[in-house]
């Protein structure tokens, strides 16, 4: 921020620089306690260092800082400021500071135009740091305040003799430090505060005032100061000779200037053009012979003539010259013709990936379209969604090789700039437009496949919100006219076809995913992946790593057994890696002369991969009373997971453990309500839900789970425990219960039966809703399991639970029994 900016924001807040100073002063420092420790919030401070008795503006950007000082002003009471070992982290956590710190009064907080704060500090007293209290919602620290010594002995006056006359040399050399500093530093008696006082005069090193900032003994300091003075001075000295020495430099460049002059009218008159003349004379032709747009055009001529009319020398000459070729470069018309043959990109698409039905039916649609509509201007956007190592970026560059359009990808993981996306203005040094221009540019033509890889892992924030400028990007309306930042010229991004990824849509905004059509990439089933393998991965690896010509072959049950047992994945990505690592073993085998095997069997893996990495989920090998098997959906696929329910004596009260989130609370919590209102019917003593507590369990506990589905899961686990009908083994369940038992319909259904007939389970129950899921499932565990659809709760008891109880139900002990037992005792 410049000094204008500070003048403006000082008179909105009728705060002058000297009042602020007052607050500062009016501030006390914390006592501490009877252990001999002060208790303050931290400021962390970030690429800044604050020495004791120092007055310094800092910025307060994070939240929790803004918390902080602003719980300290409401109390007036000091802070702790804190230095970052790394000013690059944005989220520091406890060893990420120094443990050294100061004990600084914060002033009043001026709010910025980019929405962060600024204030004066002034640094105390140095400060230990004995332990972190807390880091919600800010950091809060125990410390012991250093007192350093008033006096100085002969030695440490010797050195405080040394650095004011270095001092003095630097305040002479170096015009950005006031002559004042040096009579400032003359009147300080005190060994310890001298030696802040300079270092915070100089422009030392971020590591350097960290190192002074460590050091406690105030002579020790001094001594490590005294040798960055004189190193400073030696710069100094040597910016002082260079100096004298550009300014001669300065002198004869005007004197070559006026030559320069007097030569460039000498050739005007023997008619030859200077060198500035002919490059500026070759830039117009090569605007004349590109093929740009009207517009484009007019815009490149005028820039041509403002160069024309400045001097060769000026500043702004090299900014037009680069605009101009970036008008120049770009693809305002070229395009590639399309292939349109449908057989043809069918073929590539099934050549290269394997699955993925839904996204490759949509790429054929287009291609047919176009194939019957060839001057069709609109073009698709769609939004490939589905977890890592599905095959989203590899489909779009097969996409593009099977309409013939050059490939390009731009990743947006991470991107929090809007300038990123738009561009910056021309008026800033070193401006270039954003990264949709510049890889059009890279592109070449005006209708390649662009894709926007993570796409949901954009961010915002006071440099502006990527998402919204990625708004008119993938807006068919909005996209033939582009404006970006640097060019200030409309740019047709009509005809490009925009493939975007993504892994979840969570994090999307609602506009922006309303311009994309979804195609989600579900996780791939074992014998996807079996097929994966085969077909790509193991001739990659054995590609890579030099055994292709060795014949060598993987059984189906060792790939199996490698799915199972060392993967846990949505994708392919860390099959392809086991893959590689018994093919980096086998080649290593061949390279030692030893004997190879050239079919990996099943009991090859262990020995290649070591033991078993991945232990999957099991059915229950019994019928058991509150125990039932839910049916889960994640990232990686399918789980079966179980329910347990214990009957304990209680208060009436539901425990519900396991990391359940909110909504699967609520679920249970309906569960429970919808068995209270049916106690007659399923022959449950009323008094049960009164006198006894229900203990719902979901293994394993530090996992995090959430979402309808188990409702009718937890509801027959509790009336199962309740009722003592034990529940069937084989039987898995999904589906969101409702107070009156109504089942309703749930998500993931194709991962969930999978995941039950991977497990070894007979029967599936789903909501009737849900059968059109069924459509995509594979036919052998279509034909091996049972599904069952329901449309109350009843339904599932039916199906789920034994006929008779096997156990005797809980109840509850009556209170009058009780009482006549302990006076029988008495």
Not at 221 to 229: A, E, T
Not at 305 to 319: D, S, T, Y
Request: hydrophobic share 40%; with cysteine.
């Amino acid at each position: 921020m410049n000094q204008n900016d500070w003048n403006e924001e000082e008179d909105n807040f009728d705060l002058t620089l000297s009042q602020r100073t007052e607050e500062l002063y009016r501030i006390p420092n914390r006592e501490p306690g009877p252990d001999g420790l002060i208790e303050a919030a931290v400021l962390p401070l970030r690429d800044l260092v604050i020495f004791p008795r120092m007055v310094s503006p800092i910025f307060v950007g994070r939240e929790s800082s803004l918390l902080a000082v602003q719980e300290a002003q409401r109390k007036d009471l000091t802070v702790i400021g804190l230095t970052q070992k790394d000013p690059e982290l944005d989220n520091p956590g406890v060893s990420d500071f120094l443990p050294v710190g100061v004990e600084m009064a914060v002033g009043r907080l001026l709010s910025m135009p980019d929405g962060s704060h600024s204030a004066l500090v002034q640094g105390r007293r140095r400060v230990e740091i004995v332990e972190f209290v807390r880091t919600t919602p800010y950091i809060k620290v125990r410390a012991r305040v250093i007192n350093e010594p008033q006096t100085a002995d002969r030695q440490t006056q010797a050195l405080m003799r040394s650095a004011l006359d270095l001092f003095e040399r630097c305040v002479q050399l170096d015009r950005s430090i006031p002559e004042e500093a040096h009579l400032f530093a003359l009147n300080i008696s005190e060994p310890g505060w001298l030696a802040d006082m300079i270092a915070t005069s100089l422009s030392l090193t971020y590591e350097a005032k960290q190192t002074l900032l460590l050091m406690l003994d105030p002579r020790a300091r001094l001594g490590n100061l005294n040798n960055l003075l004189a190193q400073e001075v030696d710069v100094l000295e040597l910016e002082d000779e260079i100096h004298s020495r550009v300014q001669n430099e300065v002198d004869k460049s005007q004197r070559e200037y006026y030559l320069r002059e007097q030569m460039k009218q000498i050739q005007n008159e023997l008619g030859e053009g200077d060198i500035f003349t002919r490059d500026v004379s070759e830039l117009k032709q090569k605007v004349e012979a590109a093929n740009l747009p009207e517009e484009p055009k007019k815009v490149a001529m005028k820039e041509i003539e403002r160069l024309n009319q400045m001097p060769p020398m000026a500043p702004e000459v090299g900014i037009i010259r680069t605009y101009i070729d970036w008008i120049v470069d770009l693809p305002w018309v070229h395009i590639t013709p399309d292939n349109l043959d449908v057989k043809n990109a069918a073929k590539i698409l099934e050549r290269d990936h394997y699955g993925l039905k839904k996204a490759k039916e949509r790429i054929l649609e287009y291609i047919a379209v176009r194939s019957l509509k060839p001057k069709k201007e609109r073009q698709p956007i769609l939004c490939f969604v589905g977890p890592p190592g599905t095959g989203k970026t590899s489909l779009g560059r097969s996409i593009a090789e099977a309409l013939g359009r050059k490939f390009v990808r731009v990743s947006l993981g991470g991107v929090r700039d809007e300038a990123e996306i738009r561009g910056h203005r021309r008026t800033y040094i070193g401006a270039l437009p954003g990264r949709i221009i510049q890889t059009m540019k890279r592109a070449g033509t005006a209708n390649p496949l662009f894709m926007l890889d993570e796409i949901d892992k954009l961010y915002s924030d006071f440099r502006g919100d990527p998402a919204s400028a990625m708004l008119e990007v993938l807006d068919p309306e909005q996209n033939y006219a582009f404006s970006d930042h640097y060019l200030e010229l409309p740019f047709d991004l009509s005809k490009v076809m925009f493939v975007t990824t993504a892994n979840s849509l969570g994090t999307i905004p609602p506009p922006l995913l309303d311009r994309m059509e979804v195609i989600e990439f579900p996780g791939y089933i074992e014998e996807e992946k079996l097929e994966i393998a085969n077909r790509y991965l193991i001739p990659r690896q054995l590609e890579e790593n030099g055994i292709d010509g060795i014949s060598l072959s993987f059984e189906p049950d060792a790939i199996r057994r490698i799915i199972r047992e060392y993967t846990y994945e949505a994708g392919v990505r860390n099959l392809e890696r086991e893959i590689g690592r018994v093919s980096r073993k086998v080649a290593r085998m061949k390279a030692e002369g030893k004997k190879f095997p050239t079919t990996i069997a099943p009991d090859l893996i262990e020995k290649f991969l070591g033991p078993q990495q991945v232990f999957p989920s099991e059915a229950e090998r019994t019928d058991e009373v509150g125990v039932v098997t839910s049916l889960a959906w994640t990232e990686t696929g399918g789980e079966i997971m179980p329910v347990e329910v214990a009957i304990l004596e209680g208060k009436g009260g539901l425990q519900m453990t396991g990391q359940m989130g909110d909504v699967m609370q609520e679920s249970g919590q309906a569960a429970l309500t919808y068995i209270k209102s049916r106690a007659a019917e399923l022959k449950i003593d009323a008094d049960v839900f009164e006198r006894m507590d229900i203990h719902v369990h979901m293994p394993e506990g530090a996992i995090p789970k959430d979402g309808p589905s188990a409702g009718i899961t937890m509801a027959t686990a509790i009336i199962s425990a309740l009722t003592g009908r034990p529940v069937f083994r084989h039987v898995g369940m999904t589906g969101e219960i409702t107070l009156r038992g109504r089942i309703l319909p749930i998500g993931g259904v194709r991962e969930k039966v999978l995941a039950a007939h991977r497990a070894g389970l007979k029967t599936v129950i789903l909501p009737e809703k849900n059968i059109k899921d069924l459509v995509e499932l594979p036919k052998t565990a279509r034909a091996e399991l049972k599904i069952i659809p329901v449309k109350h709760m009843d339904d599932v008891l039916e199906i789920a639970l034994a006929a008779k109880s096997v156990i005797e139900p809980p109840r509850p002990r009556k209170q009058n029994n009780n009482r006549e037992e302990a006076q029988e005792e008495e």
